[in-house]
């Protein structure tokens, strides 16, 4: 078993929001979306990328993020 393809509540609250939406979500919606703290959004998203399962896209001072389709 590969310990990098086990998922932890964070990633997996993350990954089912930004799969539910349809759309990408920055770090301040996912916060209130998930009732997480920010910090572990942030931890939750650095792991998803370099996991390369999340993609971002800056929009002016914004990150926007979306799951990885490749």
């Known amino acids: 078993m590969e310990k990098s393809n ?4 964070p990633e997996k609250k993350v990954i089912q929001i930004l799969r539910s939406s349809g759309e990408g979500r920055t770090i301040t919606e996912l916060t ?3 009732q997480l703290s920010r ?3 942030r931890t939750a998203l650095a792991k998803l990328e370099g ?12 990150k926007v993020y979306f799951q990885n389709t490749k």
């Not at 086990?6 to 509540?9: E, R, V």
């Not at 996991?51 to 914004?62: E, L, S, V, Y």
Request: zero cysteines; a positive charge.
């Open 6 to 9: 086990i998922l932890h509540p």
């Open 51 to 62: 996991a390369k399962k999340i993609t971002f896209r800056p929009i002016g001072m914004a």
């Open 32 to 34: 209130e979306i998930s």
């Open 39 to 41: 910090s572990a959004i």
